[in-house]
């Protein structure tokens, strides 16, 4: 088996519908039961996660709705890569992995599931340094990811995108919203951490005049996280009716971590996709830019009709 056929043999194993009979009684339970599966689940959930998943699917059910989940992101493919500024195989198989984890809601959930990703988007020009004219164009191609993918999932699964930017009917107002937060924020003296400071680094493209600066990073760091405090003033995501979702554990521990791939928690648009050859089979991984300067790769053609981006006309294969 040669990669495209492993990947069209994954698509269409992602149609297949196997609905399940549920009693009223046991439907809250089998649901939570599915999306803490830890065949997808890759940490615990503490008890505070736990309660709210299990009032969330209590509300979504009495109020005959879909299953809520939301997962939020970056808007840009990270500029180490090669890929950027479109997205990848590693979206793709996001959200196929996705799917796999879902789908069985809705064979026993007729309003079936909502999976939204909530983009950061109006942001990124300030603490990476990456154009809008990228975040435009990585949201569109990753739209026409989404797009393509509609053929594969059942028609309760829905697949959104929602843009922090659309809170805003103005880009002024963003700005006197975040400067408030730096402001608020630079009171309190804030002290980072050496990780938090390596994010940063991986991130930003810094200026040369960004560079000459001995506390870029900090400066960066500043306003990423009064963006942060910004966002969760809006407390978009965390809502009794939604479940939050994230590839990794977070310190709000609010967050069900369930990974991007069976092997992988590298968030996905700061990796690229691969295959990994085992025997006549493959895996999906997604790989830092660490990870990809560490391995050797074949790169294999790829031709799948409608997927037209030039990221997928080839693969690295391991």
Known sequence: MNPQEYIQLQLKELENFNPREITTEN????????LMSKKFRKYSAKPELVEHI?????????????????FPHGAYKLWRLEEAPFPDW??????????????????IYT???????????????KINNISLEDVELYISEYQKILDFLKQYRLQNFAVEITRFKDWFPKEEIFEQALQKNIEKLSLTN????????????????????????PI??????LIHDAYINLKRERGYYF??????????QLSSGMFLAVGTTKTSIA?????????ERRGENYIEHIFSPKQLASKKFTLEAVSIKGLDSKNFKTIRVL
Request: with cysteine.
């Open 90 to 107: 590693a979206e793709l198989f996001t959200v196929m992995y996705y799917i796999k984890w879902l789908k069985p809601i809705c064979e």
């Open 190 to 213: 804030p002290i980072f951490t050496d990780k938090q400071l390596k994010a940063v680094e991986l991130n930003a493209q810094p200026t040369l005049e960004q560079l000459k600066d």
């Open 27 to 34: 439907l809250h339970e089998e649901i939570f039961r599915l």
């Open 239 to 248: 809502q009794p009716d939604k479940i939050a979702i994230f590839s990794q």
């Open 216 to 221: 870029w990073r900090e400066k960066i760091r």
């Open 54 to 70: 299990k009032n969330a699917i209590k509300i979504n059910i009495k109020e005959n709705k879909p299953i809520n989940l939301v």
């Open 267 to 275: 968030k996905f648009w700061v990796g690229a996709g691969i295959l």
């Open 111 to 125: 309003p079936g599931v909502r999976l939204e990703f909530y983009v950061d988007d109006i942001i990124l020009p």
